[in-house]
């Protein structure tokens, strides 16, 4: 079992798996829909794991209860990746000064060459 741990900066700047480029840009497009707050097609796309574990009336509670940080800007500052899981770091960015950046988490499952969400840690 062989984990990877890199910056979003090494993605860029080496030839890593496409298969961790696929799973970071499925997770610049979790980032987008967590924003949006649409929690029907973010539980659309989750694997099976994650519509079991919640109904979208407890995704959009959830995303309710963290509006105030999915309304900042969304940083994905790294990633561990193992062939089957891709755990994202995420950081809501402060917008103001009395604000602190708040770190969160998402996790994504690979089902046969599709990258799906498969757990999430928001602040509240």
């Known amino acids: 079992f062989k984990i990877v741990g890199f910056t979003m900066e090494d993605i860029m700047n080496n030839s890593l798996k496409p298969d961790i480029d696929q799973a970071a840009q499925a997770t610049k497009e979790v980032a987008q829909k967590l924003q949006k707050q649409d929690s029907a097609d973010l539980r659309k796309n989750a694997s099976s794991g994650f519509k079991k574990k919640m109904t979208e009336g407890q995704l959009a509670d959830s995303l309710k209860k963290s509006n105030q940080y999915l309304q900042r800007p969304i940083s994905i500052v790294g990633g561990l990746y ?30 046969g060459k599709t990258w799906k969400l498969d757990d999430l840690q928001l602040p509240k």
């Open 82 to 111: 193992n062939g089957e899981y891709f755990i994202a770091q995420l950081v809501f960015e402060a917008k103001a000064q009395s604000e602190q950046p708040t770190p969160g988490i998402v996790s994504l499952q690979k089902i």
